[in-house]
């Protein structure tokens, strides 16, 4: 959004013209957004005991060929669901929340706590998650966590 303001210094007969630029996003930083979404959802992240992708080069020409789905669960078994952690729904919204916006304070503006009460939740959510043997002590790696544990989809961030 651009606001123009021309206003007349007093004795003078010249305008003076005053532009203030403000942005909440550009539209080049919400492409950027969309395109680095868009390259993370189609990323495959192998889990324990799931299928995964994998492409080998052919010899001639240097193209690559998708070969057969292997399976890092040799038993056959189902696939052992990953545990998740005993988050209170308090922690949940104050990571959802946390994820959503830009920041910390922002998170707390948003919720109506302060700055301490976000980072108690926060260091309680990744202590819960280190307990159980899914360390979390980046907010990318608590993105990955909560997508995993359906407390958040991609589309939502």
Do not use: F
Not at 32 to 51: F, I, K, Q
Not at 58 to 72: E, I, S
Request: glycine share 6%; with cysteine; proline share 7%.
């Amino acid at each position: 959004m651009t606001v123009a303001a021309i206003r007349t210094a007093p004795g003078h007969q010249n305008t003076t013209r005053t532009t203030v630029h403000t942005t909440t996003r550009s539209a080049s930083a919400e492409a950027r957004r969309r395109e680095a979404l868009a390259r993370l959802s189609s990323r495959v992240m192998p889990l324990p005991g799931r299928p995964i992708y994998v492409e080998a080069p052919l010899r001639r020409r240097g193209h690559l060929t998708p070969m057969a789905t292997v399976d890092t669960n040799a038993g056959g078994t189902a696939a052992p669901e990953l545990p998740r952690p005993a988050l209170t729904d308090r922690e949940v919204e104050v990571l959802r929340t946390w994820l959503m916006v830009d920041s910390k304070p922002a998170c707390g503006q948003e919720l109506h706590i302060s700055l301490g009460t976000v980072n108690t939740h926060l260091t309680r959510i990744r202590a819960k998650y280190s307990e159980i043997g899914r360390p979390a002590s980046t907010k990318a790696a608590l993105v990955a966590r909560a997508i995993q544990d359906d407390i958040i989809d991609i589309e939502e961030l």
